[in-house]
């Protein structure tokens, strides 16, 4: 056994450093696992494994050759350089029925809730972005420069030198794993705050890592987006740079600001100036180099006046949008009207739902009430992100032909479903979108409000 373990963290290690300069021409080798052989665990020296445990037969639960089923989600790493990477898995087992939910990096949903049955196998492929601060100029192993990433970012999935997938659900099965570089793909990047960015601990979550759940394979997802940041301070961290020396023409680039924005103070501050000049600066440097912009208004806050009806959270900034928008021909999804919708539709008490909003207790880990009309649990995110869907749909973009078959159009004034106002988190919630839990939590509110 321990001639195994050797053998394939040797094979992936050496994969990893002979394909630093190959994962820039697209010629990497792919890279394939089974669990249906002795997982061995992540190292820096292996180069692959399973990740956050020191239990190797999680391998054996995984794949379902031991009976029991993993009471926590699995991980597996592997080390590669920058780029977009077609992920290929075979879910289901020999032994036992699964029920397999499959994410990416930092809580990115990748696969939703996959059912097979006994002895049924399925496999499916999605492409997953992985990153490094280290900005590249094209085909040089030299960094140039690094984004400016908070210390809060430090040591996060998001930006560190692997790729990992977690498998999870009520009982996750997976028999192979088959890693390869994709440079086909459209990636499509977000640009963001913390209303967009992969949220990487429970119970926060944003649309942009539920995006991903409702495209195919042709299309690779790439979220920049980070908590407290303001356009203009997207920009001076340098992650439009790393965008850029990613991006290639026919990309498109996402950009919903205005939460942090309106709080800047001083001269020239404001909507229509310093954050009107700053989505200029993304329209202007995305274009020069092909790449496609598409504005997103800033999502509501949840903030209800007596009438039923929600206020104005912010200010001129959706209008401001809107302007440079029209004077730039950018199109633009209304976020900002569809939540205002979708929290209308739900009701004062019942959009508390779709936000983190929890008694103290609702998980082993929460030391007090959470009542943020800012952030979004899971399951807002999840709602959230099918109206980003819908947006694309209205404005005929032609990213709407690789939305998944199973997608079902959504009207936010006709919400999913419409939990019980006085219970939270509510049954219907957690009957309509049963999130598992990852290992990852934090009682800290995000930055940004």
Request: proline share 7%; aromatic share 12%; net charge neutral.
């Amino acid at each position: 056994m321990f001639n195994r373990y050797f053998i394939i963290s040797v094979f992936f290690s050496l994969s990893a450093v002979l394909s630093l300069n190959a994962a820039r021409n697209g010629s990497v080798q792919p890279l394939s696992y089974s669990f249906d052989r002795p997982c061995g665990l992540y190292t820096e020296q292996s180069g692959a494994g399973l990740d956050f445990t020191d239990v190797p037969a999680l391998g054996s639960m995984l794949s379902g050759r031991d009976k029991a089923v993993p009471s926590e989600p699995v991980y597996f790493s592997v080390k590669v350089p920058d780029g977009n990477y077609r992920v290929t898995v075979t879910l289901g087992s020999k032994r036992r029925a699964a029920d397999t939910w499959v994410r990416a990096e930092s809580r990115r949903l990748m696969l939703q809730s996959v059912k097979t049955k006994r002895g049924e196998l399925r496999t499916f492929s999605f492409v997953v972005n992985k990153r490094t601060p280290e900005i590249y100029q094209y085909n040089s192993v030299t960094p140039a420069s690094r984004v400016k990433i908070k210390p809060g970012e430090v040591g996060s999935l998001t930006w560190d030198d692997k790729l990992t997938l977690e498998f999870c659900g009520t009982a996750p099965a997976v028999q192979n794993i088959t890693i390869e570089p994709d440079t086909t793909a459209v990636t499509l990047f977000l640009c963001g705050n913390s209303t967009v960015v992969d949220q990487g601990r429970e119970p926060w979550a944003s649309w942009g890592q539920m995006f991903p759940r409702w495209f195919n394979d042709k299309v690779c997802v790439a979220n920049y987006g980070e908590s407290g940041l303001t356009a203009a301070s997207f920009l001076a961290q340098l992650r439009l740079d790393k965008i850029l020396s990613e991006m290639k023409p026919g990309d498109y680039v996402f950009c919903e600001f205005g939460h942090n924005d309106e709080k800047e103070k001083g001269p020239g501050r404001g909507a229509w100036y310093h954050y009107s000049v700053g989505l200029k600066t993304f329209v202007d440097r995305i274009r020069e180099k092909g790449g496609n912009v598409i504005f997103c208004t800033p999502t509501v806050r949840r903030s209800f006046k007596k009438d039923g009806t929600m206020g104005n959270t912010h200010g001129d900034f959706p209008a401001a949008m809107k302007a440079v928008a029209e004077r730039e021909k950018v199109p633009v999804i209304d976020l900002n009207a569809m939540t205002k919708t979708l929290f209308e539709a739900m009701g004062d008490r019942g959009s508390r739902n779709l936000l983190v909003h929890y008694p103290a207790g609702t998980f082993p880990w929460q030391e007090k009430a959470f009542s943020d009309n800012t952030h979004f649990n899971p399951f807002g995110a999840y709602e959230v992100s099918k109206l980003i869907v819908m947006g694309l749909k209205q404005i005929d973009s032609p990213l709407t032909q690789y939305i998944v078959p199973d997608w079902q159009d959504y009207q936010p004034s006709r919400p999913s479903v419409l939990p019980s106002a006085d219970v939270l988190p509510a049954p219907e919630v957690q009957q309509f979108f049963p999130w598992p839990e990852s290992i990852f939590n934090d009682n800290r509110k995000p930055d940004g409000n």
